[in-house]
C-alpha cells in the first residue's frame, strides 16, 4: 500500500513538496524533495529522523527543526555546521565568551534572521563587536547569508532557548567551549 507524505510550510500550512510510494517516510520524501530541488523554506521537519539523510545542498532556510537533535540530524549536517560555525568562532575569539553568555542566558533569536534586529550567529557576534560589516570582514572569503551551514543551524535557535531546553543551543555552547580551550 502506497503512503502519501507532505511536507508543510510550518507558517502557511501550504503543502510544499509530496511524495508517496510503498513503505514511505517522512526521511525518504525528504530526500527525494532535496533530489528534485524543492526549495524547503519553512518546511516543517520537527520531529523528523534525518539521521543518514544526504541534506547536501538542501535549502532548509526557515525550516522548523525545534526537537531535532544529534540523533536524528543526519551526523554530515551536524558536522558541516560545526565546521562552519567553528571557523567563524576562530576567526572572532575575542567575542566568544560574550556569545556563550547570550546563548546560556537565551538571548540568541536566530529566526529574526530577516529583521533588522538580527540575533543569529554573525549577529549576534555584531551585537558584541560593534556591527555586521566588522564582523564579516574579520572572516576570510566570508559571504552572508543563510547558504552557510553555520547560520542555518542558529536559525534553530530562538529567544528562551538555553543549552537546557535545546539541543541546538547546548551545542553552540559545546562548539564556544571547543574555542575558549584552546586559547
Known sequence: ?????????????????????????????????????????????????????????????????????????PKDYINQCSRDILFILNCLKAEVPALRQMLIDGKVDGSSYESGDCVCLLGSLARIDGGLDKVCEAIPFYEKGTHNYGEMFFLNIKEGDTP????????????????????
Open 1 to 73: 500500500m502506497k503512503k502519501i507524505i507532505k511536507i508543510k510550510s510550518w507558517l502557511s500550512d501550504t503543502v510544499l513538496f509530496e511524495y508517496d510510494r510503498e513503505t514511505n517516510t517522512l526521511k525518504k520524501t525528504l530526500v527525494k524533495a532535496v533530489e528534485n530541488k524543492v526549495d524547503l523554506y519553512e518546511a516543517n521537519l520537527r520531529g523528523a529522523y534525518l539521521r543518514e539523510a544526504n541534506l547536501h545542498g538542501a535549502y532548509l532556510y526557515k525550516a522548523d527543526l525545534r526537537g531535532a537533535d544529534e540523533k536524528n540530524l
Open 164 to 183: 537546557k531546553n535545546s539541543w541546538f543551543s547546548a551545542h553552540a555552547v559545546k562548539l564556544c567551549d571547543m574555542v575558549l580551550e584552546k586559547n
